[in-house]
Every structure is written in C-alpha cells, then in structure tokens.
C-alpha cells in the first residue's frame, strides 16, 4: 500500500529523460505543477521543441548523459531503453533524487490519475493493480461533480485567510467555525449549483469571528 502525498514541486528542477509523447506528458504535468523542467532526448516532439523555442524548459537533443541529473530533484524515466532507464533510476538512488519509471518499472512513487476542478484536486490511485480503473474511477468522479466546487473554494480560502487574521491566537474557536461550515448540506447545495447559499452560509459563519 503506498503513502498518498501532494509533492510541492514549485521551483524544483524536474529532469525527464526521453523526448517522446509519454515524456511529453511528464513534462506537461510538471510544469503544470510550477517545476523547472530539463528535458533530455534524441528526438524531443513538435510540442517539446515548442516549449524549448518559448524557453518554457530546457531541452538537450542526445543521449542522456549522468551529469544531466546535477541539481534535480526528481527525474523520470521515458525512454524505449530499458536499460537507460534502469541506468537513471539507479544514479537517482545514489544521489537521493525522487525517481519516476514512466513505464510503470519500479519508482519511488505513482502517479495517480488526477481530476482538477479550480483548487479541488482529487487524485485516484489503485497502487498499480490497473491504471486503466483509477482513470474510469476519475472519469466517473468528473461526470458527477460540478464546476461550481471550484467557485465555492476560491470563498473558502479567503474564508479560511480571514479567520486566521480574526483569530491569529484561537485554533480551537477556528476548527469549531470551520466544522459548523464544512457540512454534508454545503457540500449538496455546491452540487445543485446553489453557490448564492453556500456564500451565504460563509458569512453568517464568518460572523461568529466577531462574537
């Protein structure tokens, strides 16, 4: 069973040996992520050269060499040679760099399948027993929630900003207005798209920061 984390890899430097399409998809992911991005391949895609010509990343057309690792903090794997890929995945043991198998060899974590609704970010994953269900559960999972969570959470974290300000020193008086707020009826109001009354529910709960 793995340990489900979200990694904070804004700034890092993530490294993807291979060009192809599934480095492609790293390497988009990634700076989705806000990571800075080394590419390193011998025939990177049209969107790979795209992102290079726009310096979106760096991008080397070679073969992978040991120094292109100095200074990352993760790097994946995404080549057709096993061996290259066995290659990186033991320098990033050595050098104590999170090591991603794009091929679904052996990694030090898995990526799961990913659903982003604004700041709402639900992440499925089956610990590698099929791939293809943690994206059907995805799937499933977009069909039947609305867009309008993304809106309600944009609240929420100025919410959430304004109590810590009105109670820098009380914790507890802050976890019992977020537990008055966070409710199975918020959550069904979102879902049928009554934003207005969830709002509404956000400030009347905000209301007792001040008593």
Not at 99 to 107: R, T
Not at 114 to 126: F, K, P, R
Not at 165 to 191: C, F, G, H, Y
Request: aromatic share 6%.
């Amino acid at each position: 069973m793995g340990f489900p984390v979200v990694l904070n890899i804004d700034g890092r430097l993530c490294c993807v040996v291979g060009a192809g399409k599934v480095a492609e998809r790293k390497v988009q992911s990634v700076l989705k992520a806000g990571a800075r991005v080394r590419v390193v391949g011998l025939d990177p895609t049209p969107q790979l050269m795209k992102l290079a010509h726009d310096k979106q990343i760096e991008c080397y057309q070679r073969r992978f060499v040991d120094a292109d690792l100095t200074g990352c903090w993760m790097v994946f794997a995404a080549t057709d040679d096993d061996e290259v890929n066995a290659h990186v995945g033991a320098l990033a043991n050595e050098q104590g760099i999170l090591f991603g198998h794009a091929a679904g060899g052996s990694s030090d974590f898995m990526l799961p399948a990913v659903l982003d609704i604004g700041d709402l970010q639900i992440a499925v994953s089956t610990n590698g027993a099929s791939p293809l269900y943690a994206r059907w559960v995805r799937d499933y999972l977009q069909q039947h929630l609305v867009d309008e969570h993304a809106e309600v959470l944009s609240v929420l974290k100025w919410a959430r900003e304004k109590l810590k300000s009105d109670l820098p020193n009380d914790s507890v008086k802050r976890q019992k207005i977020w537990r008055t707020l966070i409710s199975k009826e918020m959550v069904e109001a979102v879902q049928v798209g009554n934003v207005n009354q969830v709002k509404q529910r956000i400030s009347e709960c905000l209301s007792l920061s001040q008593g």
